[in-house]
């Protein structure tokens, strides 16, 4: 079964900082994997994905992520935080042998402070 | 929230009602999907579509029910039969259920059950 993990419930930067959001993730075949942000009392935005080639994906909002196949990760990141990334973040994976449906990491909170 | 319709925002129930959660998408998008979110969790899939007039079981389909008359409507009833409904319920669809294919969501409805 495949399986996504957030290790961090929250991270706290200071604006203007590069930030980090961790994801691991375990499949049995080869992984697609997905960031999704989301505000308050809404539903999740698209950020990037990474299906194959380059290991580094530029996203929406100046994100990017790093997909490690060794270490089975798919890092978010961001050279200088802003107040506005103050968000709820989620990590995703879909793998061919679970019938092509998402699973969803525990989402961690990002507080980015002036 | 990119075409896609969810409504009423809030939602009040009593212990033993049916309610149907609205589900509306004018993306054209084959795929249909019903997720819940509870707090310090990620999403869990309830019931998803690859195309009209057929859906299938996500992981927590118990006391829960769907349909897909039109491609652009996506309904869920939440049963009495539902142990504990209390929950923002997000709804999001995809142009095809491939696995290469993000997901775009709808702004979530909250069930609340007096």
């Known amino acids: 079964a495949q399986s996504v993990a957030q290790p961090e419930d929250q991270v706290n930067v200071a604006e203007g900082n590069p930030l980090t959001v961790k994801c691991t993730y375990s499949?049995?075949?080869?992984?697609?994997l997905f960031w999704y942000v989301q505000y308050p009392n809404r539903g999740l935005q698209f950020l990037l994905k990474?299906?194959?080639?380059?290991?580094l994906v530029k996203g929406s909002y100046g994100f990017e992520a790093e997909f490690n196949k060794s270490q089975t990760s798919f890092h978010l990141k961001k050279p200088s935080a802003l107040v506005s990334d103050s968000a709820l973040y989620f990590c995703?994976?879909?793998?061919?042998?679970?019938?092509?449906?998402?699973?969803f990491g525990g989402g961690t909170r990002l507080m980015v402070k002036p | 929230d990119g075409g896609i319709t969810q409504s009423p925002k809030y939602l009040f129930r009593k212990e033993g009602q049916n309610v149907t959660l609205s589900c509306e998408q004018n993306l054209n998008h084959d795929a249909m999907y019903w997720y819940r979110q509870d707090p310090g969790q990620g999403l869990r899939l309830i019931y998803y579509s690859q195309i009209v007039n057929d859906f299938q079981k996500g992981d927590i389909a118990e006391g829960y029910s769907v349909s897909r008359e039109k491609k652009e409507s996506f309904p869920l009833t939440v049963t009495s039969a539902q142990k504990n409904p209390t929950a923002f319920y997000l709804c999001?669809?995809?142009?095809?259920?491939?696995?290469?294919?993000?997901?775009?969501f709808g702004p979530g409805t909250r069930l609340t059950v007096l």
């Open positions: 499949v049995s075949g080869n992984p697609y």
């Open positions: 999001a669809s995809s142009t095809g259920a491939g696995i290469y294919n993000e997901q775009f």
């Open positions: 990474y299906i194959t080639g380059d290991n």
């Open positions: 995703a994976v879909r793998d061919r042998n679970a019938g092509n449906m998402l699973t």
